[in-house]
Each structure stands twice: as C-alpha cells, then as structure tokens.
C-alpha cells in the first residue's frame, strides 16, 4: 500500500511550498487509495515555537483535506536513537569525541570540503566505548564507505536517475552529543518504522537524499520512491523565504483575503504541475484524478505578487471561477461567516439569502467582497461609488425614484416582473427613457454604477428596503 507523509516543522508559519507538498502528497494518495500521514518533525527545540505549531494546524485545517495517521517526533526519540545504536553497534556509525564538534549537528566548521575526523573514523570499539564510558562527550556519525568509492543512486519520480560519489559525502551525524537526534536520523528513523513508500517534497531536500539512503540501506530498510518538487520562486527569481517575504508566503494570508480553500488548492497544483490538457479550473475530483508525477514541471514556478498586493492575479482569478461554480448552498455559510466578522447579516430567510447570494456572487472575486462591496446587500449604510452619483444626479432622477418608491409601496406584488411593468411605465408617462430609473435605481440601492440586473436588484434588497431607500433619496 503505498503512505506518504507531510512533515513540517513548527519553525514559522504555514510556507505556501509547503502547502503545494502537502496537497501533492495527498492527491497522490487520494488517487491510489494510500494511507496520508501527517508527521511534525519537532526534534529542533531550540526553534519550535507553539505559534508556529498552531500556525501549520489554522492552515492545514482550512485547506479541510485531513490526514488519515499523526504522530510527532519528539514523542519518538527512543525509535530514533534505537536506529542510532544499531547503526554504532554494526560499525556503521561511529562516535566522534572532537571537541570542537561535539555540539554541532552534522560538520566542523571551517573552509573548504570536509569528510571526517580520520582518527575518530579510526578508533576501536573498545575505545570508543571506554572514551564513552568515561562520560566524553562525542556526536554519533554515520560511517560512509569510502573503499572503495560508489556511487549512491536513485530514480526521482520528477527529477529522474541520480548519482553522487561516496567519496563525495561527508560523515554526516547521527546523533548530537546531547543525544538529540539530526533531521537525517530522526526522518530516516521515522519512515522506516511508520512503512512510508513514497517520500514527496521540495528540491531544496534533493541534497540530503543520498544520506538518507545510505541510511535506508544500513538499516537493511526498503528504500522509499522519491519525488522531489520544484521550488516556488519570487518575481525576481528568488527563493520564497518567510524571512524575505513575510506574509505572502504564508498559506493564512490567502484565506485571510477572502480565499476559498478549493480554489487555493488548485493555484497551489498549478504552480509546478499541469494535467497536461490545457485545463486551469479544476475540481478538487478533477485535480485528484489527473495528478501524477509525469505532470510535474523540473523548472521553478513563479508566485507572482508585489510589494502593494501580496496576492497572485492568476490565484485572484480561479478564486473568482470558484466563487461562480461553487453550489449556492455551500457558498452560503462561507459568505454569513464572513458578514459576520464585519458586524453584518443576511436579511430574510435561508431561501432568501441564498438567492441573494447567487444573484451578486458574479462579479466578485473573494469572500470578502460580499462585505464589501456587497455591503448595501445586508446593511442600509454603505458607500456611494463617484459614477452611481452620477446616474443619480441626473436631470429629475431623484424626483422620479421617490415617485417610484410610492407606486411600489401602493402595490400589493413585488416581484421582478411587476417592478419592472412599474418603472417603464412611470417612464413612459413622464416621458424619460427607462435606461434613466434604471441606472438611477441601481445607484440608490446599491451605490454601485454597474452589477446585476436591476430588476435582481430590487428583489435581492427586498420591497420594505427598496420603498425606504427610494424615498430617502
């Protein structure tokens, strides 16, 4: 059966890469009935922070694809240093009691390419144990063969065959002197024990791979495929950083500017991927059904944004296709948790609201917008655009509205067919042309120049609302 797994580290928030590895990772498995496993790797203390713990869970929760195992590493240390010792007690790690290394993570410092501490390589078991024993401290490191030299290969299922010489890798460690495990041993240690067959993630890991599957051999471990995915780029070609870019970077940003999750999702696969059929808005069905690694680009996907808008236009613009396609019933209580947050609610009943909903959601392009710019849709203050004072300014607009404001509260139906039999024929006996009230009355009722029809308009406002606010003009 093939698992894969997502193992972010809480060092900072929720990383728009690592999104795109997640969602990558769980419409692989999706598509062939695999196990997903969410793994936080939260052995560097000194970096965990709970904010970014919390960060990881707010975005990974709104995207809503779930997971189906979880663990953390720092509950599984002991698996960790099990696989160190086994390694030391077959003489394929060994201690190293440099003292100038003792507290570093994987190499000395210093200049130019370093492989190993020759004496420390050297030792014998009984005196490494007796240096051990005595309480030195040391850093358990792997032991790369090095006579003779071989190459470490491995087919990715993006990048293809790969090869490095062992002469090339360093003793990188194991173990610290604090007994802590490196990000080697402990995500090694992990995938062996928890059976993972498929490891995808960015190329930024490609590097660390022909450790790890030295590793995966010297634990006599199946050694899982590997797919390594593109990075995500800046329009000046470098890497994202959360240190750089802040918050355009961070999967929360998108949700907090009125995202739906569903089209996130499909910007984040088409950074880097494409169902190779010229298709841009994709089901999350369609994506999980198209998805394969073949599809997956080798080069770098730009994330277009800019110092005044972090938003990227093409994510802009599926969030709007998402919005029109979306069931109305679905949309509904996205769009009332959002009136809710800026002290607004829907008028009418659940039936009316979502008629409301479908009628405006056409020419809006997030969530936010209908408290924005849809605000005269569920509050009777609202702005009034320069060209909707225009209409209304025109030669007896306003005259003519309050005049239609008495015909409909006169009359006993109030539908778009009766309001629309009303205004021409208020137009036609004072004789303006009807473009005139129209216009005038879209601008009194929404404060808007443009939007739907007007005759949605005066149904989507509603009879008591539409009679006050043409009478008020």
């Known amino acids: 059966m093939i698992r894969a797994r997502f193992a972010p580290s809480p060092t900072g928030y929720l990383h728009i890469g690592s999104a795109r590895t997640f969602i990558f990772n769980w419409l692989f498995v999706r598509k062939h009935q695999g196990v997903m496993v969410l793994r936080i790797d939260d052995t560097d203390v000194d970096r965990n922070t709970q904010a970014s713990l919390d960060s990881i869970y707010d975005g990974l929760n709104w995207l809503a694809l779930g997971w189906d195992e979880f663990y953390r590493q720092s509950e599984r240390l002991e698996q960790h240093r099990k696989l160190a010792y086994s390694l030391l007690d077959k003489g394929m790690a060994y201690r190293d009691f440099t003292p100038a290394v003792v507290n570093a993570e994987d190499k000395p410092h210093g200049e130019g390419p370093w492989l190993c501490h020759p004496e420390m390589r050297a030792l014998s078991k009984e005196q490494s144990d007796a240096k051990a024993a005595a309480g030195e401290p040391f850093v358990v490191r792997f ?40 990000y080697h041993l402990a995500s090694c240690a992990d995938d062996i024990d928890l059976k993972i067959s498929h490891i995808v993630r960015g190329q930024d890991h490609l590097s660390n791979t022909y450790k790890h599957v030295l590793i995966f051999q ?47 999702i499909n910007f984040l696969c088409l950074l880097g991927w494409s169902p190779k ?8 069905l369609e994506l999980q059904n198209a998805f394969s690694f073949e599809g997956v680009n080798r080069s770098n996907a730009v994330v277009n ?22 069931p109305v019933e679905h949309l509904a209580p ?58 209304l300014d025109a030669p007896g607009a306003r005259e003519l509205l309050r005049e239609l ?13 009766s309001v629309e039999a009303d205004l ?5 006996e004072r004789g303006v042309k009807a473009g005139v009230l ?35 003009v």
């Not at 070609?237 to 995202?259: E, I």
């Open 143 to 182: 032991r790369v063969k090095r006579e003779p030299a071989y190459n470490v290969t491995f087919d990715d299922l993006v990048f293809g065959a790969q090869s490095k010489l062992t002469a090339d890798i360093e003793d990188f460690a194991l173990l610290r002197s604090n007994g802590m495990p490196t």
């Open 218 to 264: 010297a634990a006599g471990a199946p050694t899982p495929q590997f797919a390594h995915l593109p990075l995500l780029i800046a329009p000046d070609g470098s890497k994202l950083s959360k240190r750089k870019h802040g918050p355009v970077v961070s999967v929360t940003t998108y949700r907090d500017n009125g995202f739906l999750a569903s089209a996130y």
């Open 277 to 284: 059929d010229n298709r841009e808005q994709m089901s999350l």
């Open 305 to 326: 944004f800019s110092d005044a808008d972090p938003i990227d236009p093409k994510a802009l613009w599926l969030n709007s296709q998402h919005l029109r396609a979306m």
């Open 334 to 391: 996205l769009v009332k948790k959002v009136l809710a947050e800026h002290g607004l609610a829907p008028f009418g009943n659940e039936k009316f609201f979502e008629t409301v909903v479908d009628t405006i959601r056409s020419r809006f392009s997030t969530l936010l917008d209908f408290a924005t710019r849809g605000r005269a849709y569920f509050a009777d203050d609202f702005p009034m655009e320069p060209g909707a004072l225009e209409k």
């Open 405 to 417: 404001s008495g015909k409909l509260a006169a009359g006993t139906e109030f539908t778009e067919a």
């Open 424 to 428: 021409r024929k208020l137009a036609a």
């Open 438 to 472: 129209i216009n005038a009355s879209r601008a009194a009722l929404t404060g808007q120049p443009v939007g739907p029809s007007v005759f949605h308009v005066f149904t989507c406002i509603g009879r008591d609302r539409t009679i006050a606010r043409l009478a008020k």
